[in-house]
T-cell receptor, first 116, second 113 residues
Framework: AQTVTQSQPEMSVQEAETVTLSCTYD???????LFWYKQPPSRQMILVIR??????QNATENRFSVNFQKAAKSFSLKISDSQLGDAAMYFC?????????????FGTGTLLAVQP | DTEVTQTPKHLVMGMTNKKSLKCEQH?????MYWYKQKAKKPPELMFV???????INESVPSRFSPECPNSSLLNLHLHALQPEDSALYLC????????????FGDGTRLSIL
């Protein structure tokens, strides 16, 4: 069975600094997708970034980038120039390649605080 | 603004009440999902509809009854709920293409008295 592990329940970063959130996963599949979702207190789960396992190049979305290490089954999220609006719960998620009914498997989440 | 709309945003109900949660999307997505989320926990999958047919039921108690009247609408009918059912209920949708992410609504905060 696939599992996703986030070992940092809480993190804190100063505004304008850089922070890295860790995520590891376990799977025997070779084709899959990895996602980082952000959930602020407003409740909506917002997609931050996604990575296809077959792509070696790390995904980047503005201030957000990932370090995808397929052999190590690691998928960390780096937030550069942190802003107050980045404060939220961050969930790492995995989905095996295939149809839309394949389940999205979430990690336990990392609560990120941004200090002014 | 979210592209997946959930109503109501908050719901308080007694254990003997019957109520429904509604989810709507107009992105042409073919798969829709219900999740239950407790505070500071990840969402737990409840149901998946694909092309308006129930494809996954994660052993959810029968007091939760999903319905997909059409490709844009997903309901969750609630009856005789327990206090432990108090949670945030999230709806999500996706196009059906395997490389597309799920889009989530804002959720309904449900409290059972």
């Amino acid at each position: 069975a696939q599992t996703v592990t986030q070992s940092q329940p809480e993190m804190s970063v100063q505004e304008a600094e850089t922070v890295t959130l860790s995520c590891t996963y376990d799977t025997s599949e070779s084709d899959y997708y990895l996602f980082w979702y952000k959930q602020p207190p407003s409740r909506q789960m917002i997609l931050v970034i996604r990575q296809e396992a077959y792509k070696q190049q790390n995904a980047t979305e503005n201030r957000f980038s990932v370090n995808f290490q397929k052999a190590a089954k690691s998928f960390s999220l780096k937030i550069s120039d942190s802003q107050l609006g980045d404060a939220a719960m961050y969930f790492c998620a995995y989905r095996v390649y295939g149809g839309a009914t394949n389940k999205l498997i979430f990690g336990t989440g990392t609560l990120l605080a941004v200090q002014p | 603004d979210t592209e997946v709309t959930q109503t109501p945003k908050h719901l308080v109900m007694g254990m003997t009440n019957k109520k429904s949660l509604k989810c709507e999307q107009h992105m042409g997505h073919r798969a829709m999902y219900w999740y239950k989320q407790k505070a500071k926990k990840p969402p737990e999958l409840m149901f998946v509809y694909s092309y308006e047919k129930l494809s996954i039921n994660e052993s959810v108690p029968s007091r939760f009854s999903p319905e997909c009247p059409n490709s844009s609408l997903l309901n969750l009918h609630l009856h005789a709920l327990q206090p432990e059912d108090s949670a945030l209920y999230l709806c999500a949708s996706t196009s059906g293409d395997s490389n597309q992410p799920q889009h989530f609504g804002d959720g309904t905060r449900l409290s059972i008295l």
